[in-house]
């Protein structure tokens, strides 16, 4: 096709768009909008902007006064920190159609030529395509075409939109908890395989007047165990996080949900939970995919005596109940204590490993010495050992965190940072399970480091490692 020909199917396509659009307003299925139906889009929005607002989840934060906790009142988010989560953007345009009847878009609305439609309310969506137009939908108050934004509240609904729960029945006046975890019990066991310990979080629910159901979040692997008050029912709980949630405390009757990123069931990972306007957007959304109702309250931060507190206060007094058909040692991964100091302290008391000495970096250097001297007799290059001594080979790291391996034994996890450790294989000692982490391993088998910080730690001759 020429470039004539070409200019020509261009000028005939415009044109029968814009006698299509003719057509349309003279039989009375569009009409030219006004400036009355821009400021009618507007005012929808920001009526259900501020219905959205009266339905995000409560806020309570806690003050300690003596041994109780006293609420206080936090202002709900402002309509302008709400409206970039739930509102389209809105529309700019000075002309545009309302769609009046049932319509098939006109095609070749492309560009320059594109138009902004609204739809009225109660008329059925159009077919057609709308290229480059838009449109405003006054019965979903939503935009759809090109150049429409989707709003940060679009995307939560699409990243909950596969979430689920098993199937039961909730009361109707259900009242709906969330809480996080910003601090638990260390309890020197893991609960999954993600090299993590896990805390331990002591809740108290005290509802005895409406029935409850729980969102309880955590970051790191948690072991929830939950005590209630008298007249207290829990109906469900959810638990969500980065790494293994358990709970504890509950009957077995009572359905109990969980999902992880760690382990792929990402659709209903609660990132968070706190005040800030993104989380209560996120919080609620996730509370009616998983329940079906938006969160009554969100708890932040509400502890006593080390004691998560939801729903009332309690007092010392408040009689607590629990049940023993998942206990909190059940969750456990190995009966003995296996991560961070707890797990360390566990080997040392049963004497499979034992604090390092200077003695034993002395003995590596001397090993390494041997292997040096070995090695120089054996390459077919001269080389000359007067630059290379003994305490060259002594490791560098300080053996203040240093232990030697006795036994086999599995690494505790959770040996990161500050809880880093240095190992020695003492020779003879099967190589050990379980992950380094941040740790390092000197292994007297094979005269090798092992571990993220032997460029760091060893010594650092030319002596090989093969």
């Known amino acids: 096709m020429n470039r004539y020909m070409y200019i020509l199917l261009l000028i005939s396509v415009n044109t029968f768009a814009l006698e299509s659009l003719d057509q349309l307003l003279q039989k009375g299925m569009i009409r030219t909008a006004t400036v009355q139906d821009f400021d009618r889009w507007e005012r929808q929005k920001q009526k259900e902007l501020k219905v959205f607002m009266q339905e995000l989840p409560s806020i309570i934060k806690w003050k300690k006064q003596a041994d109780t906790l006293k609420a206080i009142n936090i202002e709900p988010p402002s309509l302008k920190d709400v409206k970039e989560y739930i509102s389209s953007r809105l529309p700019i345009e000075s002309s545009g159609y309302i769609i009046l009847k049932k319509i098939t878009i006109p095609t070749s609305f492309y560009q320059k030529d594109s138009a902004t439609f609204f739809l009225e309310k109660g008329v059925p969506y159009p077919d057609g395509k709308l290229g480059h137009s838009k449109l405003y939908d006054f019965n979903t108050m939503s935009c759809q075409g090109f150049g429409c934004r989707n709003t940060k509240s679009d995307k939560i609904k699409k990243l909950y939109s596969q979430c689920e729960f098993n199937e039961f029945e909730l009361p109707d006046d259900i009242q709906i908890y969330a809480s996080d975890a910003p601090k638990g019990k260390v309890t020197?066991?893991?609960?999954?395989?993600?090299?993590?310990?896990?805390?331990?979080?002591?809740?108290?629910?005290?509802?005895?007047?409406?029935?409850?159901?729980?969102?309880?979040?955590?970051?790191?692997?948690?072991?929830?165990?939950?005590?209630?008050?008298?007249?207290?029912?829990?109906?469900?709980?959810?638990?969500?996080?980065?790494?293994?949630?358990?709970v504890s405390g509950l009957a077995k009757d009572i359905p109990i949900g969980s999902s992880t990123l760690s382990n792929g069931e990402h659709p209903c990972y609660l990132l968070g939970v706190s005040h800030k306007i993104r989380d209560l957007v996120r919080i609620n959304t996730f509370s009616n995919k998983v329940y079906g109702k938006n969160t009554t309250v969100l708890y932040t931060d509400n502890y006593k005596n080390d004691t998560l507190i939801i729903g009332n206060e309690i007092s010392?007094?408040?009689?607590?109940?629990?049940?023993?058909?998942?206990?909190?040692?059940?969750?456990?991964?190995?009966?003995?204590?296996?991560a961070g100091n707890a797990g360390m302290e566990y080997l040392l008391k049963n004497n499979m490993i034992r604090r390092a000495t200077e003695h034993d970096l002395n003995s590596w250097a001397q090993e390494r010495y041997k292997l040096y001297l070995k090695q120089?007799?054996?390459?077919?290059?001269?080389?000359?050992?007067?630059?290379?001594?003994?305490?060259?080979?002594?490791?560098?790291?300080?053996?203040?965190?240093?232990?030697?391996?006795?036994?086999?034994?599995?690494?505790?996890?959770?040996?990161?940072?500050?809880?880093?450790?240095?190992?020695?294989?003492?020779?003879?000692?099967?190589?050990?399970?379980?992950?380094?982490?941040?740790?390092?391993?000197?292994?007297?088998?094979?005269?090798?480091?092992?571990?993220?910080?032997?460029?760091?730690?060893?010594?650092?001759?030319?002596?090989?490692?093969?």
């Open 316 to 338: 010392k007094s408040t009689k607590l109940y629990s049940s023993n058909d998942n206990s909190i040692e059940s969750f456990f991964t190995t009966t003995e204590p296996n």
């Open 188 to 246: 020197g066991h893991t609960i999954d395989d993600s090299n993590q310990g896990a805390f331990l979080v002591k809740v108290v629910v005290n509802s005895p007047n409406k029935p409850v159901a729980l969102i309880l979040s955590s970051y790191s692997p948690c072991i929830w165990d939950i005590k209630w008050t008298e007249g207290t029912k829990i109906e469900a709980v959810f638990t969500t996080g980065y790494y293994g949630q358990e």
């Open 376 to 466: 120089l007799k054996t390459s077919s290059i001269k080389a000359t050992a007067m630059n290379i001594n003994m305490n060259s080979l002594k490791p560098i790291c300080s053996y203040d965190n240093g232990y030697v391996i006795l036994k086999k034994i599995r690494i505790p996890a959770e040996l990161y940072g500050g809880n880093l450790a240095v190992f020695f294989l003492k020779k003879g000692v099967p190589y050990p399970d379980g992950d380094l982490a941040h740790s390092t391993l000197f292994d007297f088998n094979s005269l090798q480091c092992k571990g993220s910080s032997c460029g760091v730690c060893s010594d650092q001759s030319q002596v090989s490692n093969n």
